[in-house]
């Protein structure tokens, strides 16, 4: 045996060394954290893209930096007790990107990529950004008009944070294929951690992600925009904006789809959505397949919302197990285990709609009313499928209470519900539940072996308005079967 492994230890040794190996201290980089090493770092990528590609090897200690371009055929690799920190002086950063829609008006980012391929970072070291927050007045935005309602109405504190410049992104990614990112660590953020914009074959394994749950707001974890072919697995995710977040983002040239993309096997918190599409929404999605993940912690599990006008289809939930907490008003989410709604960003924004939405082998304890809602006057929400979807429902944590039903459907059409439950857990007088299901011109609806539990507060369990083909089959509230007709 010892043999074996001493045979496998020089394989991989000489593999290593056969690499280009260029050591940022070799090159003069200073790893006090102190001295700004942007120029030598650069350098130094530089010099290892000219001579056919390799690795930038940072050893342990600390490298304060602006933004270092990567190159195509280069491997950012850092060592255990390396860390490449994000200078906080404004001024340092040369290069920036507008996203619109997001309130930025450019953001600075640490390590930026244009249009290079085969590219990688890796290792077991840290990369981080040093934001500053500041409290604000929380501002009126129809997105939240009812939780901001809510608020007031129980005397709620209607505060926000806000970031001070420069809100580092840690790594930007556009028009660039070929790409690894497996390892290290991502830490507090001042915007989108990881964001990969028009990008292709991009793997993301691995990695931790954290930002302040309280504070950072806009520090979404990964940022999947308007890139084809992308795979995250194996990572653990905490952050205060959304965990992990598909877009399709604007700029000058326009907008791309995002599509094929496989997400699995990760460990998500997250202060507002723990999986997320959306909203920027201007180009399409199609073929998400998400699964085996764990959701704790956070205010919302699934969000998919379209307001710019593009459209979601062939998207799969499946195996997932959630625990959704309310957080303060400001933070979207309503702990709610999904909530897939089709709006209008501003008066002249397209309508876009869902469509072939599967979410399967969901497990949740949550607070509150989990939604489907298309466009009002349209049904514009088609073909979306629960099944094996078990939630307890328990009172909110909250003074604003937000939530009535278990489950609310509107302005759709082709919606089944089958071997799912809605258990309730009431504790207190406070607890405003109606019904589990509410339904609100709605076409074509199938209950299909639904339990409904400890459900006995004078509603009827099924609430229907405006519904046309309703079909209800073995579904049962308190161990006894619904008989009515709802057509």
């Avoid at 328990?394 to 919606?415: C, F, T």
Wanted: charged share 20%; aromatic share 10%; hydrophobic share 35%.
């Amino acid at each position: 045996m010892k043999k074996i492994i001493g045979i496998f230890c020089l394989f991989i040794s000489t593999c290593i060394c056969a690499e280009n190996i260029y050591d940022v201290q070799k090159f003069g980089a200073a790893n006090t954290g102190k001295e700004l090493v942007t120029t030598c770092l650069q350098n130094v990528i530089d010099v290892c893209y000219k001579a056919g590609g390799g690795v930038v090897y940072f050893p342990a200690g600390e490298y304060l930096s602006a933004t270092l371009e990567l190159r195509d055929n280069v491997t950012l690799y850092l060592a255990t007790g390396a860390r490449l920190i994000a200078t906080d002086k404004k001024e340092c950063y040369t290069v920036r990107t507008e996203i619109s829609d997001t309130g930025s008006q450019g953001t600075p980012m640490l390590i930026y990529g244009n249009k290079v391929n085969n590219i990688s970072i890796r290792g077991d070291g840290e990369i981080m950004a040093q934001p500053q927050y500041y409290r604000v007045p929380l501002l009126y935005s129809d997105f939240i008009a009812d939780d901001i309602a809510a608020a007031k109405k129980a005397n709620v504190d209607m505060v926000s944070w806000k970031w001070t410049e420069p809100n580092v992104t840690l790594i930007y990614l556009t028009e660039c294929k070929d790409v690894n990112i497996c390892g290290v660590r991502l830490l507090n953020s001042g915007f989108w951690t990881l964001h990969v914009h028009w990008c292709d074959r991009i793997n993301i394994s691995g990695i931790y992600i954290y930002s302040d749950l309280e504070k950072a707001v806009n520090a979404d974890g990964i940022d999947i925009d308007g890139s084809h072919h992308v795979t995250v697995s194996n990572c653990i995710i905490e952050t205060a904006d959304d965990a992990i977040c598909l877009k399709t983002t604007k700029n000058e040239r326009g907008y791309r789809s995002c599509e094929n993309v496989v997400i699995s096997n990760c460990v998500l918190s997250s202060s507002s959505s723990a999986l997320k599409l959306g909203t920027e929404s201007y180009g399409d999605f199609r073929y998400v397949t998400i699964s085996n993940c764990i959701i704790r912690n956070t205010n919302r599990g699934i969000g998919i919302f379209v307001r710019d006008g593009g459209t979601v289809e062939h998207v799969v939930f499946s195996n997932l197990q959630m625990e959704c907490t309310r957080r303060p008003v400001g933070w979207w989410g309503g702990a709610d285990a999904f909530c897939l709604v089709v709006l209008k960003r501003n008066t002249n924004s397209k309508v876009g709609m869902i469509n072939h939405v599967l979410i399967k082998d969901v497990y949740a304890d949550v607070e509150g009313t989990s939604v489907i809602a298309g466009y009002n006057g349209m049904k514009n929400i088609k073909n979306v499928r629960l099944e094996n979807v078990h939630l307890n429902l328990y009172p909110e944590s909250m003074p604003d209470k937000r939530a009535a039903e278990g489950v609310l459907v509107k302005n759709a059409e082709h919606i089944q519900l089958t071997n799912s439950s809605l258990t309730w857990h009431p504790s207190n007088d406070s607890v405003c539940w109606t019904n589990a299901f509410s339904f609100k011109h709605v076409s074509d609806i199938c209950l299909d072996r639904i339990n409904l539990n400890s459900f006995s507060n004078g509603y009827s369990p099924i609430f229907i308005e405006d519904c046309d083909l309703v079909n209800v089959f073995g579904v049962y509230s308190n161990g006894k079967e619904i008989r009515e007709k709802y057509n």
